[in-house]
Each structure stands twice: as C-alpha cells, then as structure tokens.
C-alpha cells in the first residue's frame, strides 16, 4: 500500500470512530444532565412550557448519539465481516457481543444508576437496546441486501403505524410488546423493569448501517462515498422536513406555533424518542450522515483526538458512568447535596463544562485502551 492509499484508508475508517466519539461525548453531556440536573427533569417530547430553551438544547444535542451509533454499530458489522470471514464471522460476533452488552446492562450499569443490582425498578436502556440490535441483525444478515434495505426502510419510516397497539400488562404478549415498541413496565420476582427503549426502531437503524457498508469497502471511490452519503443525507433531511411539516404522519405528537419563530422552531424539533419516531430517525440520521461524510475531510490532530473516545466506545461508557457515580456521591458525602439528595448544578452551561473536564480526565485512559487494542492479539479486548 502506498502513503497515499494509506491516508485514504485511514480517513475512511478513522472518519467512523471520529463520528462515533463525537457522539459519545454529547452523550456524556446527556449523562451529566442525569447526574446533577435532575432537579429540571425533562420529559419525552420535552414540555417547552416549562424546560428554559437552554436546557432543551442542551438535551436535543444528544439526540445524535444512539441514532448514529446504531448506524456505525451497523456499518463497522459489515467491515468487521469483510476482514473476519464474511457474513457466519459477523454473526458470531454480533450474537455473542450482543449478549454480552444485555448482561451488562441489568448488572455493571444498572448498578452505576440505581447503586443496586436488584433495584426495584430494571431500566433497560440504550445498552440492552444495542445488544439486542446486534443479536436480530445477527439473523438478519443473511436477508438478500435489496430486501434488508427494505426491511430496514419499513421499520424506521413505518413502525409509528403501529402507536394505536397498546397493550396492558394483563394481555398476551405484553413483555414482548414492551420490548419491542410499547415503552412500559415487566413485572420481576422482585420489582419491575422498565423498557426505556423499546427496541424494533434501533433494529431498523443497525439494519440500515449494515446495508451502508459496501460504501466503505476499500476498493471505493471516496469521492463517490462521500456523493452518496451526502444525498442519503439530504434525502433524510429534506423527507424530514416534509413529514414534519405536514403535521401528520410521523411523530405522534404534532408541533404547534408559537409565540414566535423561535418557539415554533423548538416546537418543530421537539420530537419522540421513545421509541424513535420516523421524523425522530430521519432529523437525526440525516446530519448524521453528513458528519460521517465531511469528517474524512477532518484535520488529521482533530480526527485523532475524536477517534480515541470512539476507538474504545464501551470503556469509555463504562468510565464515564463510574465516573460520574463516584463524582456525585463523593460531593454528596462532602455534605454538597441539595434538599433532594442529590448534587445539583445551577445552569445548562455548567453541564457542559462539567463534562469537558471529564472528558479531559478521562482521555488518557482510553487513549491507553485504544494503543492496548491495537497492539494485543486477544480479541476480547474488541469487545470494548
């Protein structure tokens, strides 16, 4: 391989871990709002009436992470079967990751959240919805490409055809209804889990980075790849846009005007995430798309930096989650905690430092676990 072939390969690939940090660390904003701002909780959509268009932002702002992460989780899939094997290699290695994401959800981060491994309340959140993701494209793969697109087209774009099916805990087939599309409430021997994503959108979205794959294989054009991927953007923008604007299919709850373009503007992003809606899915994947396109144009220093947050993704999660754990007790013990219990932060912006400086704090530890993973032969360490 020539310098020049070398550099095309690293930007190709780099540019997907690059999106995928940047995603990462808008989500340690989000973890950091859970953390110290709760005393501001936000609903799903979020109640413009009462949350300061500051906290909103701050919120919307995340909205990128699981969307594009499902996507490159998709997308890396079919480069990790392009050098392992083909497709039997991808779905051992989605299966058993899979499985391993669902135990660490309801032990090592429910544990970071609620302080206890049987807590009263199980939230299965976006790890268990990533682990499930990869356990049905495990089986999905073997689909003809043109029929996963479909597939993957049909469940992001028409899953919200299914928002009149709601069952209640007493009708067959509930649990699994939960956990696919009815965000609600399974009764355990000891409490109750709480299906925080329900998971049918995210198989869409993993579904569709898979079928993105061949874009990225070496032997492809950039220029072509980053054409395509910015109509695939564009295309999500503007089918966005219009569903959006019709006020009607799309997202079950309706923007409104407002008192003036600002507020009619919040009130026309200020859409559903539990579960994704298609207005949700297309708003989000569309900038994202555009990311993963321009980000092989990234300077070369800022492009490292972002592709070690998302070089090592479950460790970094991992660290932040105990991290940010560790932070709020210890200042809680220090007697800094409000009249909730909690330690609370005054505004938006100090969310943002807050997680800065930890992102600081934490870079040269997934620094070393990226070095670690490219030079050791265990292939465990992919895991993380």
């Not at 049918?200 to 294989?217: H, K, M, S, T």
Request: charged share 10%; aromatic share 10%; glycine share 10%.
């Amino acid at each position: 391989m020539t310098r020049q072939e070398d550099a095309v390969s690293r930007a190709r690939i780099g540019s997907i871990d690059a999106l995928r940090g940047l995603v990462m660390l808008l989500m340690l904003v989000d973890h950091v709002r859970e953390f110290f701002y709760l005393q501001a909780q936000v609903s799903d959509p979020v109640n413009l009436a009462a949350t300061p268009p500051g906290l909103f932002l701050t919120r919307a702002a995340s909205h990128l992470c699981a969307p594009v992460f499902l996507l490159l989780t998709g997308l890396s899939a079919h480069l990790y079967g392009q050098k392992h094997g083909g497709r039997a290699a991808t779905a051992r290695f989605l299966l058993t990751r899979g499985l391993f994401l669902i135990v660490l959800e309801v032990t090592l981060v429910n544990l970071a959240w609620t302080r206890s491994l049987l807590p009263p309340i199980l939230y299965l959140q976006v790890i268990w919805a990533i682990g499930l993701s990869m356990v049905a494209l495990a089986a999905l793969l073997w689909l003809p490409r043109a029929v996963l697109i479909a597939l993957a087209l049909a469940i992001m774009l028409g899953h919200n055809a299914l928002d009149g099916i709601v069952l209640t805990p007493d009708q067959p087939g509930y649990a699994l209804w939960a956990i696919l599309h009815q965000r609600g409430m399974i009764s355990l021997p000891w409490g109750a889990a709480r299906t925080s994503y329900p998971v049918l959108p995210w198989i869409g979205v993993i579904a569709a980075g898979y079928v993105l794959g061949p874009l990225f294989g070496a032997g492809i054009d950039p220029a072509m790849r980053r054409r395509r991927l910015v109509a695939l953007g564009l295309t999500c923008l503007a089918a966005f846009l219009t569903l959006r604007g019709l006020n009607g299919y799309g997202d079950p709850h309706p923007w409104q005007a407002g008192k003036d373009w600002g507020a009619s503007a919040l009130s026309f992003i200020n859409l559903t995430k539990y579960p994704p809606s298609a207005d949700f899915l297309l708003a989000t994947l569309g900038p994202g798309l555009l990311l993963l396109a321009g980000f092989e144009h990234l300077p070369a220093r800022l492009r490292g930096v972002l592709t070690v947050f998302g070089g090592a993704p479950l460790f970094f999660y991992l660290a932040h989650l105990w991290a940010l754990r560790g932070i709020h007790d210890g200042l809680a013990a220090l007697g800094l905690a409000g009249p909730s219990g909690r330690v609370e932060v005054g505004a938006p912006v100090q969310i943002w430092l807050i997680a800065a400086a930890l992102a600081l704090a934490l870079y040269p530890a997934c620094l070393g676990m990226v070095r670690l993973k490219r030079r050791s032969r265990w292939r465990g360490l992919s895991y993380l």
